[in-house]
């Protein structure tokens, strides 16, 4: 049996190369962009400092996989270091498949992030930032 053939064979992070990957569509901010175009600043706090949470999603034949679990984790974490996500666990989870159908046409992974943003200036803003709002 012969792995597969990654892009990076010397790093544990390397990948296997996938064309359907260069239409996925990223949430960021408030709206949906192309990952080209998805980015973060330097001056983020969850990029400089890990000062963040996150939890990874599945959507496996139309069920997500331990949703209320990634829920009470994502929502326990952010208590456990003072982050006000900013939504509702209820308008998160409602927001969820609609944003994965619109990104990934209902069958990729989703990854939720939320951090303080921008150090600049104090703590930032709190963001929910791949799946949030009304997509």
Do not use: C, K
Request: hydrophobic share 45%; aromatic share 6%.
């Amino acid at each position: 049996m012969n792995p597969a053939t990654t892009s990076s064979s010397s790093s544990a992070q390397g990948y296997v190369d996938d064309p359907r990957n260069d239409d996925v569509l990223v949430y960021v901010d408030g709206e949906f962009v192309p990952r080209n175009r998805a980015v973060v600043s330097v001056f983020d706090s969850g990029f400089v400092l890990g000062d963040g949470i996150w939890e990874g999603l599945r959507l496996v034949n139309g069920t997500l996989v331990a949703l209320d679990q990634h829920m009470d984790r994502l929502y326990e974490g952010a208590i456990a270091i003072a982050l006000d996500v900013g939504i509702t666990r209820d308008a998160l989870v409602a927001a969820i498949p609609r944003s994965m159908e619109r990104a990934f046409g209902g069958m990729w992974p989703a990854t939720i992030s939320a951090n303080r943003r921008a150090l600049a200036g104090g703590r930032g803003r709190p963001a929910a930032e791949r799946i949030a709002g009304n997509p």
